[in-house]
């Protein structure tokens, strides 16, 4: 692993594979770079991997007050210049990673050859605003634990725990989150909707949504998906954090869409 600093942050990395073309894998609010590992084998063999910690998260730099899309599509930007990755790359993220994916592909229209994005959580409505400022309060004032219990219920429900072991790896790693981190990306999803931004993604998008997912079910994606130009949908068998669910699933559907793209 390495790090660097861009755009005003400190940023833990790994570029790995080879091959003409890259691919940027962005993971989930409470996530980090590893929730791609068993999903990288099969996406490194034709081509570029990058992989990163957002800011906040895993072992990059912790955040002191407010967090915006722009910062975080900038940091992108800012990763690809100092790794001197030029012309276009491909993205591929999970929930508020591939809400991130996205407003980089409509800040930076040249740089974005193709989105994957499952379950993309652009924001927040209106009915559930107050409730998600009041889980950041809650995780500020009592730690990650105090909200564990709720919040992998829905996005990691008993029927997909296909793996006890990697069902409790991933819970102890969630648990590990910067409280105050965790509480800025939430207050962020709460204070700015970019689900309007998905009308103006030039790109060729594959959006998918898991079965089991009881944040991003397929009946709220769906209807996002149609929203992007020429945009294909996928229903997966899997949940809110399918990269880790279902690893294989995940990786077959970036590698089989941005293959067909020569991506």
Request: aromatic share 6%.
């Given at each position: 692993m390495?790090?660097?600093?861009?755009?005003?942050?400190?940023?833990r990395?790994?570029l790995?594979?080879?091959?003409?073309?890259?691919?940027?894998?962005?993971?989930?609010?409470g996530?980090?770079?590893?929730?791609?590992?068993q999903?990288?084998?099969?996406?490194t063999n034709?081509?570029?991997?990058?992989?990163?910690?957002?800011?906040?998260?895993?072992?990059?730099?912790?955040l002191k007050?407010?967090?915006?899309?722009?910062?975080?599509?900038?940091?992108?930007?800012?990763?690809?210049?100092?790794?001197?990755?030029?012309g276009?790359?491909?993205?591929?993220?999970?929930?508020?990673g591939?809400?991130?994916?996205?407003?980089?592909?409509?800040?930076?229209?040249?740089?974005?050859?193709?989105?994957?994005?499952?379950g993309?959580?652009?924001?927040?409505?209106?009915d559930?605003?107050?409730?998600?400022?009041?889980?950041?309060?809650?995780?500020?004032?009592n730690?990650?634990?105090?909200?564990v219990?709720?919040s992998?219920?829905a996005?990691?429900?008993?029927?997909?725990r296909h793996n006890e072991?990697?069902?409790k790896?991933?819970?102890?790693?969630?648990?590990?989150?910067?409280?105050e981190s965790?509480?800025?990306?939430?207050?962020?999803?709460a204070?700015?909707t970019?689900?309007d931004?998905l009308?103006?993604?030039?790109c060729?998008t594959?959006?998918?949504a898991?079965?089991?997912?009881g944040l991003?079910?397929p009946?709220?994606?769906e209807?996002?998906?149609?929203?992007?130009?020429?945009?294909?949908?996928?229903?997966l068998?899997?949940?809110h954090f399918?990269?880790?669910?279902t690893?294989?699933?995940?990786?077959q559907?970036?590698?089989?869409?941005?293959?067909?793209?020569?991506?």
């Open positions: 390495n790090w660097v600093e861009v755009n005003g942050t400190s940023l990395y790994e790995s594979g080879s091959g003409p073309t890259t691919v940027v894998l962005i993971h989930e609010m996530g980090t770079l590893d929730s791609w590992d999903v990288l084998p099969a996406l034709s081509r570029r991997v990058l992989r990163y910690d957002t800011r906040g998260a895993g072992q990059s730099e912790k007050g407010a967090v915006t899309w722009d910062q975080m599509a900038d940091d992108i930007a800012a990763l690809l210049d100092v790794l001197n990755i030029q276009k790359v491909s993205l591929a993220g999970i929930a508020v591939a809400a991130i994916a996205a407003h980089f592909a409509v800040k930076y229209p040249d740089r974005a050859a193709a989105l994957v994005l499952h993309p959580a652009t924001g927040v409505t209106d559930r605003r107050q409730a998600t400022l009041d889980r950041a309060a809650a995780v500020e004032a730690g990650m634990r105090s909200v219990e709720t992998l219920a996005s990691y429900p008993p029927v997909v072991d990697t069902f790896e991933f819970r102890a790693r969630w648990l590990a989150n910067d409280p965790f509480a800025a990306i939430n207050r962020m999803l204070s700015e970019i689900t931004e009308t103006r993604i030039a060729p594959l959006v998918t898991g079965r089991h997912d991003r079910p009946s709220i994606i209807p996002m998906s149609k929203m992007i130009p020429g945009a294909e949908f996928l229903e068998n899997s949940g399918a990269s880790i669910q690893p294989g699933m995940m990786a559907a970036i590698h089989y869409f941005l293959h067909a793209l020569g991506q």
